[in-house]
């Protein structure tokens, strides 16, 4: 399994945070719990630690660097030979040491892997558009332009496709619509038959569709797969959204709370009457579905999910992949580790290891 390290959002009104502290190296071996980065805003900082056991791959940023909410720092990968979905470093020409640690403008919003290729190539950042996330294949374009002009197109800022149309689909369009924010443009799913329509949405097709949405201007996903019974598919459904240039923005039921010292990484879904508590982090496509109670001090990494219902006590610590069932009660400072899963009306009193299962209706241990 390859899980990305994301850049979590510490301030709303700061989108951006001072990489502080890097001590890891491409390619460093590390555990669960090793301290990966320390990063800053001018109100708070914050440790960003390994989720579970593997080698650091894709790392392009230097101590002293800004990153924006949502980017991937680096991936912890379980094979050392793994290549990440775009290339952190590619080959090409290298580029001066003060265009390789120069901040990015203020406003540019670029991915990791299109920030190293643009550095490596000596490009001059103030050059690539403000008005969009830039990927790789934005510098590609703009590298092929003999003017050095890039085609902006027609971005549409507002339009959004959900990808996966079974039922955490259905929950995400009631979302996505009472926030009078986004345009549902449609559905992408590779099982169900383009034509179809599912709450009045348009099934477009599956990810073969996503280049030619891309090419119309549209750069905005919600991944609905849940990945209840297979997390490793939800996990692909981001990776695939990235490679094709879709970021992924947290959304928020406005019937939820989140208190304004929680940070929410890209990709985080909070439904309706859900609790998110004072300082909680909840990193890159954590679920906290309906009625849930995630409580002051609370970490969720990458992935994890919290089924209706749920309670966590303070300073729970949910690992990545792992599954919290409905109506479960994780008790004060808990630990729960990577890839475990707690069933349903469980009551946990004790840490729980990585890929532990807790039977429904259980009390561990």
Known sequence: METPVTIPLLNPNEPEALLAALPVKEGQHVS????????????????????????????CLAVGQTA??????????????????????PAGQIGTADSLSAPAPEGLRITQPALALARQLGLDLSR???????TEKTVRALLSKPTGELDTGNINTDDIIVYGGGGHGKA??????????????????????????????PVLGGNEKLAELYAKGIRQAVNAVGGIGN??????????????????????HPAAYVENSASLAAGVQVFARAYVGSEARLGFGAIVNTGAIVSHD??????????????????????????????ATINLRV???AGARIGNGATVKEDVPAKGIVRAGTIWP
């Open 32 to 59: 669960a719990g090793d301290l990966l980065a320390t990063i800053e805003t001018t109100k708070s900082a914050a440790d960003l630690q390994a989720e579970n056991e593997g080698f650091i791959i894709g790392l």
């Open 68 to 89: 924006r909410a949502g980017e991937i720092l680096c991936y912890i990968a379980d094979d050392p030979a793994w290549l990440p979905p775009e290339p952190a470093r």
């Open 128 to 134: 690539l558009p403000s008005d969009r996330l830039v």
């Open 172 to 201: 995400l369009i009631d979302l996505l619509r009472s926030l009078h924010t986004y345009q549902i443009v449609g559905i992408v799913d590779d099982g169900i038959a383009a034509e179809e329509t599912i709450m009045g949405v």
């Open 231 to 252: 997390i490793a598919i939800r996990i692909k459904v981001f990776q695939i959204l990235a490679e094709a240039g879709f970021g992924c923005p947290a959304v928020v």
């Open 298 to 327: 609370c970490v969720l990494e990458n992935y994890a999910n919290v089924s209706p219902g749920a309670l966590l006590a303070g300073e729970v610590k949910i690992g990545a992949a792992s599954l919290v069932g409905m109506g």
């Open 335 to 337: 630990s729960v580790g």
